[in-house]
């Protein structure tokens, strides 16, 4: 059962202009949300986070949105620029209720920004 | 500050043999988590220990094993090798306590199992 699921495995978008990626969840008791970008033979970073308080976060270029009624997140890019195409992968926990640091993550979304 | 490192970057191994892995967290950081990534399956979360105990394990058959030390370095054992563990290792750690903690991963073991 994928509590996670970022449904388009890819993504292209031209230099300069947004990008979008999704991520659905089905579990309504996750609380935190991370997104995470990951370059080849490389680990996940992590970009940005966003708890379920809030709807929105900003940093950078980089903003996630939060639905929850949806079960739905979001992660806006903009510009993009070349150096941001990698593999996105969203995250989610349920800390509040369970008291612990396990993250489900998402399978990945490949985004490739074209100069 | 050092990011957390794992070793050995690169292993090859045979069906029915065993493995250890080792990864050291970010100084001060007292959770770590072990991930599997697997083409089309993401990460796909192994166990967490903090403070040396497991606090929370994934749905992964007993051959995957795990521990941590007082110095908060874990390692992870997988015993009797099939083909479908040959994957990518992720070890990330935390702070692991108090509220939210994002969580920072190391490069990764590259297992290939003939």
């Known amino acids: 059962d994928q509590q996670v699921k970022q449904n388009s495995p890819s993504l292209s978008v031209q230099e300069g202009r947004i990008s979008i990626l999704n991520c659905d969840y089905t579990?309504?008791?996750?609380?935190?949300f991370l997104w995470y970008k990951k370059y080849p033979a490389e680990g996940p970073t992590f970009l940005i986070s966003i708890s379920s308080i809030k709807d929105k976060n900003e940093d950078g270029r980089f903003t996630v949105f939060l639905n929850k009624s949806a079960k739905h997140l979001s992660l806006h890019i903009v510009p993009s620029q070349p150096g941001d195409s990698a593999v996105y992968f969203c995250?989610?926990?349920?800390?509040?209720?369970?008291?612990?640091?396990?993250?489900?993550f998402g399978t990945g979304t490949r985004l490739k920004v074209l100069a | 500050k050092a990011g957390v490192t794992q070793t050995p970057r690169y292993l090859i191994k045979t069906r029915g043999q065993q493995v250890t892995l080792s990864c050291s967290p970010i100084s001060g950081h007292r959770s770590v988590s072990w991930y599997q990534q697997t083409p089309g399956q993401g990460l796909q979360f192994l166990f967490e220990?903090?403070?040396?105990?497991?606090?929370n394990k994934g749905n992964f058959p007993g051959r995957f094993s795990g521990r941590q030390f007082s110095n908060s370095r874990s390692e992870m054992n997988v015993s009797t090798l099939e083909l479908g563990d040959s994957a990518l290792y992720l070890c990330?750690?935390?702070?692991?306590?108090?509220?939210?903690?994002?969580?920072?991963f190391g490069p990764g073991t590259r297992l290939t199992v003939l």
């Open positions: 579990n309504s008791m996750f609380d935190y």
């Open positions: 995250a989610a926990s349920d800390f509040k209720t369970s008291g612990t640091y396990k993250y489900i």
């Open positions: 990330a750690s935390s702070q692991g306590q108090g509220s939210y903690n994002e969580q920072f």
């Open positions: 220990y903090f403070s040396e105990t497991q606090r």
